[in-house]
């Protein structure tokens, strides 16, 4: 219990000296905008236009990238809903995020396990030419931390369960 508990301070530190980051206001906009293309639609636009623009290889990565979404989605709500970890604003005393969370609980977060798994397909399917969007994944889990609705630990949390579903997904289909 007291390693849990030393995380969850780590935690709480981590996220407030981010927070002194808040006070730029072009970091917040981007932040913002950043955040927003984690939403989703990438992942579901990307392989779309892969398989409309050369269904040949599109079709194998668009079947990739179905069965590593039908596998994180629903596994992301059940760790989610089974953790249940309150988000920043609802644990530490005054203190407001900048955008509303689209949900109750924070472990793991859903943009970034999202983000990391498509960064992961891309990479794995692609090869090193689809490395910037691990820098883009990362921005996104950033961007939550920065806007106060995920703590550094769920982005991580979040981070490896789309990592290790992609790299499953991607050896189940292919070897």
Known sequence: MKLLDSLTHYDHRML???MDLR???PLILLARAVSKTGDGYL???LPLSIYLL???HGESFLLLALL???IERPLYWVLKNSFKRNRPPDIIPCFK???EASDKFSFPSGHTAAAVLLATLCCLYFGVIALPLFIWAICV???RVLLGVHFPTDILAGSALGMLIGINCFHYLFG
């Open 23 to 25: 006070f730029h206001k």
């Open 68 to 70: 590593a979404f039908s």
């Open 97 to 99: 995020s900048i955008v």
């Open 43 to 45: 992942q579901l636009i």
């Open 54 to 56: 050369n269904p040949e």
């Open 141 to 143: 889990g950033i961007s």
């Open 16 to 18: 407030l000296w981010c």
